[in-house]
């Protein structure tokens, strides 16, 4: 969990999970053999002052019954350096698993991936949401028993958050939009970008009808959300209208030459396509 080659345990104190990964660990569930119960895989991310940053996440083949389980170890440790070698940042942080169960299995796989990094995060997804809704847990293992005599392992809970980049609140939001939606809709960019303003400046009016509150005396002032919203207006670049009014309409000029350079593409496929009929 720390930079390849060490083999000290570090303390681990929070999770920060992506939903990229949660999205894989689903797609892995509904593509699972019918004689698999759960899916397993790996955990991809980093390791820093504490937190752990799961950000990519692969399936692992394996096999379990009621007397066994077998996992392709070879296959863990083969795509987990092709994906080191992809970005050379990213290494083993952990393994998860569907469910909410943790049994006996569970530390016999997480005694291998101990192997991979020295305090890996287990991470269980209740994809069958049995309590409508989909329950994430985030554990990390502590060594109990005898020395030179039994010993096994306890899972302790470790506290987690779903953190995704701003661009990718987008997507999200518009998936969000989808559910109980039988068809899908057109991805119109010009209506994302309506969308996005309105709700920014939606956004915009809540936080100037809580500051007038707060400078009126209606609303108790709050030190670190003063901070906030200080960092916030500072990280705005100082533009004026004109300059931003150009910057806009360039860009709408390049979406729309994009978008007939991909017309006319798409003509030119279709016309080849015909041509090659005849002949």
Request: with cysteine.
């Amino acid at each position: 969990m720390a930079v390849e080659g060490r083999s000290v345990a570090l303390p681990v104190r929070k999770v920060i999970i992506h939903p990229v990964v949660l999205f894989n660990i689903v797609d892995n569930y509904e593509r699972r053999n019918d004689n698999n119960k759960r899916v397993i895989g790996t955990l991809m991310g980093r390791y820093d002052k504490g937190t752990v940053y799961v950000t990519e996440s692969f399936a692992v083949p394996h096999q379990e019954t009621e007397e066994e389980v077998s996992m392709d170890m070879e296959y863990a440790m083969r795509i987990g350096e092709l994906q080191k070698k992809v970005n050379t940042s990213m290494y083993t942080v952990g393994w998860y698993s569907s469910g909410i169960i943790i049994n006996e299995y569970s530390s016999l796989i997480h005694a291998f991936y101990k192997c991979q990094c020295p305090t890996p995060v287990h991470l269980t997804v209740d994809t069958q949401l049995k309590e409508q809704k989909m329950k994430i847990n985030t554990h990390i293992s502590s060594q109990i028993g005898v020395k030179n005599g039994t010993e096994g392992c306890i899972f302790t809970p470790v506290s987690h958050t779903i953190t995704g980049a701003e661009a990718d609140q987008v997507s999200l939001k518009f998936f969000q939009g989808l559910r109980g939606n039988k068809k899908t809709p057109n991805f119109n960019d010009q209506e994302q970008i309506i969308t996005s303003c309105s709700e920014m400046i939606a956004q915009i009016n809540i936080v100037m009808g809580h500051v007038k509150k707060v400078l009126s005396g209606e609303a108790p002032s709050d030190k670190e959300l003063g901070r906030q919203l200080m960092e916030v207006v500072q990280s705005i670049p100082n533009l004026d209208g004109d300059t931003i009014t150009n910057m806009l309409n360039s860009h709408m000029q390049d979406l729309l030459a994009v978008e007939y350079l991909t017309y006319l593409t798409r003509q030119q496929l279709a016309i080849s396509a015909r041509i090659n009929q005849i002949l």
